[in-house]
């Protein structure tokens, strides 16, 4: 039997997260393992080695060393096509329609959102003072991307068809903490179509699985 992958960082970083719920949706078998950001571990040279960037996640399968939670979801899409759910396109249309909401999801709505998460969900957390013109701003350029989806998913179920894809998939880590960590969740919730998309969604078994583990403590040291 092929050894498990490996993810290195912590479920409740939204890019470890991403590649958790593709690795559960695909029956991937993989080997979570510790990060310790808190001391600085993912800054540490032989860390750098396998994340020259020094953040999370890192993954390896066999000889193969990957950075970028995106760009793992599509190798792990790849490579494991023939297991668990069918998360990517086979012909062309279906791929460039699923590259270009994943791609939306990269561009459009994952900077107004990791804003928003970092500053409403984190700063309290870490006790940082909020930027509260930066919260203002990416507010009202996250509604304007919430716009065009609400309008997306009145024609479609899922934003690249009737299919749950990867595309979906990866709005779901600041997904969450935006609905259930800020109390900006009227984003999602306001809006009918994205609503009932989200609800769809995040009540995925993989994804409730990932939740369990980041609401579960690391074992301690
Ligand atoms: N685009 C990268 C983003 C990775 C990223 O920003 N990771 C964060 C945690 S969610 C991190 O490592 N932050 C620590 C740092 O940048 O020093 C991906 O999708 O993998």
């Known amino acids: 039997m092929a050894a498990a992958v490996k993810v290195y960082g ?4 939204t890019a470890v ?7 559960l949706e695909k029956d991937v078998p993989f080997q979570l393992l510790p990060v310790n950001m808190a001391r600085g571990e993912h800054k540490k040279p032989d860390y750098l080695k396998i994340q020259p960037f020094g953040q999370v996640p890192a993954f390896q399968d066999e000889s193969i060393t990957l950075f970028e939670s995106r760009a793992i979801s599509r190798y792990i899409c790849d490579k494991y096509a023939n297991q668990g759910n069918k998360l990517f396109g086979t012909n062309p249309l279906e791929k460039a329609s699923i590259d270009q909401w994943l791609e939306a999801e990269g561009q459009s709505f994952n900077p ?3 804003v928003l998460v970092f500053q409403l969900a984190f700063a309290p957390r870490m006790k940082l003072k909020q930027d509260e013109n930066l ?13 065009v ?5 009145g024609e479609s179920r899922y934003l690249a068809g009737d299919e749950f894809t990867l595309a979906d998939l990866s709005h779901l880590p600041n997904g969450q903490y935006l609905v259930n960590a800020t ?3 009227e984003l999602f919730l306001s809006r009918k179509n994205v609503e009932r998309w989200w609800g769809e969604i995040s009540s995925r078994e993989s994804w409730k699985k990932v939740v369990e583990m980041q609401n579960s403590p690391p ?3």
Do not use: W
């Open 149 to 153: 989806y609400e309008k997306r998913l």
């Open 183 to 185: 109390d900006r969740g």
């Open 219 to 221: 074992p301690s040291a």
């Open 112 to 114: 107004p959102s990791s």
């Open 17 to 23: 997260s991403r590649v958790l719920a593709c690795l």
């Open 135 to 147: 919260i203002k701003q990416n507010e009202a350029k996250l509604a304007k991307v919430l716009d």
């Open 10 to 13: 912590p479920p409740l970083s």
